[in-house]
């Protein structure tokens, strides 16, 4: 683990000596270009989906990390035959992706809707009664590109905003980060934003508040080694929670999904700013 600084490495097993594990996930794409086409104050006619970021981190204790994967794996083998289904002809742990769950995708592709809804049902179950802390960094880059000359970059913004609240979550105990892996190039640019944090710290929290964070890894959505039998659920968990506070930075919606998690969202009920940052 001593070598994680140097570049995007996956992790196998989280030990439960570390008491914290972070899993981060996205929904929309970092990338500003599709903003800066409307960056004219009178420019009306753009996709609203495209102009919103969201990253979502979920804080989970290691002391209950085998109670709630139980949890998932529990879910998994009530729909799923040892938790398996096909993936384009191949036999892969059954991941629980937001995007395929509400298209009714590859594994979620159920025979009738009805048992559709008592998977999503249970599901919700499952998320409403996982003890977990969520923090989360909405980004508008419409607003960003519009009130900044050089804007930040919205992942990079995100994850600051994020880590310098979560510092102040763990009371200074130690936690390892696992972000779903999105490219060499991508991932590296990550991994040196959060090394940089550890280095020099923030204008507004100092170097010493992220010295918790003692690795910084890359997973895939299934584990390679296993070709692909096991699934990293704790990314799972990010992608869940994360959608739904997608919606609502992006426009309000506050649906079932959002309450099952509301919660959960640190400095609950007064969790603007805190739990969730919007930003600009």
């Not at 290691?62 to 035959?81: C, V």
Request: include cysteine.
């Amino acid at each position: 683990m001593a070598n994680w600084r140097n570049r995007p490495r996956n992790i196998t097993h989280i030990s439960t000596d570390i008491p914290w594990i972070i899993a981060i996930d996205e929904s929309g794409t970092p990338d500003l270009s599709y903003a800066q086409r409307f960056i004219s104050p009178s420019s009306t006619n753009y996709d609203p989906h495209n102009v919103h970021f969201n990253v979502t981190a979920c804080l989970l204790s290691t002391s209950i990390f085998n109670e709630t994967r139980d949890m998932i794996m529990d879910l998994k083998n009530k729909y799923w035959n040892n938790a398996y289904a096909n993936y384009n002809n191949e036999t892969r742990r059954v991941c629980f992706h937001s995007t395929e769950i509400r298209r009714r995708k590859n594994a979620f592709d159920f025979q009738d809707k009805a048992t559709h809804r008592l998977f999503v049902d249970d599901l919700s179950d499952v998320l409403r009664n996982i003890n977990i802390n969520l923090f989360s960094s909405h980004i508008n880059k419409l607003s960003l590109v519009r009130q900044y000359n050089t804007p930040y970059d919205p992942y990079e913004l995100s994850l600051t905003f994020i880590l310098e609240r979560i510092s102040f979550e763990t009371r200074n105990q130690d936690a390892v980060i696992v972000l779903e892996s999105r490219g060499k190039k991508e991932d590296k640019k990550l991994l040196n934003h959060i090394v940089k944090l550890l280095d020099y710290g923030t204008p507004y929290v100092k170097k010493e508040k992220f010295s918790f964070i003692k690795g910084v890894y890359f997973n895939g959505k299934w584990d390679k080694q296993s070709n692909n039998l096991k699934s990293h659920w704790i990314l799972e968990l990010a992608d869940l929670y994360c959608y739904p506070i997608f919606k609502y930075g992006k426009d309000g919606t506050q649906d079932l999904a959002f309450s099952t998690l509301e919660e959960k969202l640190s400095g609950f009920p007064n969790y603007h700013g805190i739990g969730i940052k919007q930003f600009p």
